[in-house]
């Protein structure tokens, strides 16, 4: 973005109050946007931690993911931009972090594209009809794989071990409907919730 408009964009955030919203039908947008704790369009690594720690997650936890997050997709998301201390990642660009060995799931823009979704299930989940178990959950890790990826296979690993972990239930599976929301983003506003009424009960 210029600097002008670049400024215009501050302007309008600080002086008029306009808040960045996401594009509806851009899930990928979607599901950062909730990280996006003040709503200026960006996420610094503060604003990653506060989501993090908001959803139920550790101190260690959210500080590591802050840090490998914000240092890992910043630059990525600020096409044409110097590097920054600061580490932002802005929401717009969001589709520009993807990476390799994921599910397709979201398609180069940010979509979501439901027959990818579908297949997860489909070809993974065959002890339960609409859950993964850990070792099938495994199973779609190793076929997602690309050759030559490393550094896309440990991201689809962080992402997916993470979402095990905090929303598996007691028998140890990962429902459909959880993976779905969070695609759009939903869950975390869930898991929010969750997480502020356990507090004030
Ligand atoms: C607890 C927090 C989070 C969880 C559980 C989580 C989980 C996931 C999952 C399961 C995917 C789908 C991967 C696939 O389709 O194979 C994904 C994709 C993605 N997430 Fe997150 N995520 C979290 C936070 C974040 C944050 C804070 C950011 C950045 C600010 C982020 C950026 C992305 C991006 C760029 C993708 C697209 C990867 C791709 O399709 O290549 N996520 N995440
Ligand atoms: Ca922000």
């Not at 096409?79 to 600061?86: N, Q, R, T, V």
């Not at 598996?168 to 990962?174: I, M, R, V």
Request: net charge positive; proline share 3%; glycine share 6%.
């Amino acid at each position: 973005m210029p600097y002008a408009s670049q400024s215009l964009t501050r302007f309008c955030f600080v002086f008029l109050g306009a808040k960045f919203v996401p594009e509806e039908d851009n899930f990928l947008q979607r599901h950062v946007a909730f990280f996006d704790r003040n709503k200026d369009g960006i996420v610094y690594p503060s604003e990653t931690f506060q989501g993090f720690r908001a959803i139920g997650c550790g101190y260690l936890l959210s500080a590591f993911a802050s840090l490998f997050i914000n240092m890992g997709l910043s630059s990525k998301t600020r096409p044409g931009k110097g590097f920054s201390l600061s580490f932002p990642i802005e929401v717009k660009n969001i589709h520009l972090a993807k990476h390799g060995s994921d599910s397709g799931v979201y398609d180069k823009n940010g979509r979501f594209v439901e027959s990818k979704f579908e297949e997860i299930f489909a070809k993974h989940s065959k002890t339960h009809p609409d859950a993964l178990t850990n070792k099938e959950l495994k199973q779609l890790l190793n076929s997602n794989k690309e050759a030559n990826d490393r550094k896309g296979a440990i991201a689809a690993f962080t992402e997916w071990k993470i979402l095990y972990y905090l929303c598996k239930d007691k028998n140890g599976l990962l429902h459909k409907d959880t993976v779905r929301a969070v695609y759009d983003g939903s869950l975390f506003e869930k898991l929010e919730k969750q997480k502020a009424s356990k507090k004030h009960a």
